[in-house]
């Protein structure tokens, strides 16, 4: 599948300081994909079902999705996505949050979130995580919207 269309990265995260570290980080780890970054629920959700580069017309995506937005919670985005009867379900979700909280950890991967990683509060220990993402970002494959 040498045709492949490379996949976008939807960035939900509205602490500026976070989205600027994920972005460095997973430039770092070698990953040149674009990244669509969203600061609120409403538009990222707009993005993701209807926007012209989106998902829904224009190929493969990944999430990497905040849970504290200011407009709506990342779980609700989640549940939206993954319950979408078109090809946005099988885009994969990476919850990328400070919450730790068992019960909503659970609560995402029961909804279908691919991956769950909290943030950690150090910066170094942060950044780490992130360019461990971009390498996981390197070697994982993604439906595209075509195999429905």
């Known amino acids: ?10 960035m939900i995260e509205d602490d500026e300081g976070h989205a600027r570290l994920i972005e460095k980080n997973i430039r770092r780890a070698g990953i040149s994909n674009t990244i669509h970054h969203f600061v609120d629920g409403t538009s990222a959700l707009t993005f993701l079902l209807d ?6 017309h224009n190929g493969p995506a990944l999430v990497l999705l905040d849970l504290n937005l200011p407009d709506m ?4 985005i989640l549940a939206r996505i ?37 943030k950690p509060v150090n910066y170094e220990s942060f950044a780490d995580a992130i360019r461990q993402l971009g390498l996981f970002l390197s070697v994982i494959q993604i439906p595209s919207a075509e195999e429905v």
């Not at 919670?73 to 609700?76: C, L, P, Q, V």
């Open 73 to 76: 919670s990342g779980i609700d």
């Open 51 to 56: 926007g012209e580069h989106g998902p829904s």
């Open 82 to 118: 993954k319950s979408d009867a078109g090809p946005l379900r099988r885009t994969p979700v990476v919850v990328l949050t400070t919450t730790d909280d068992k019960v909503e950890i659970q609560r995402c991967y029961d909804l279908g979130c691919n991956v769950y990683i909290t």
């Open 1 to 10: 599948m040498d045709n492949q269309r490379p996949v976008n990265i939807v």
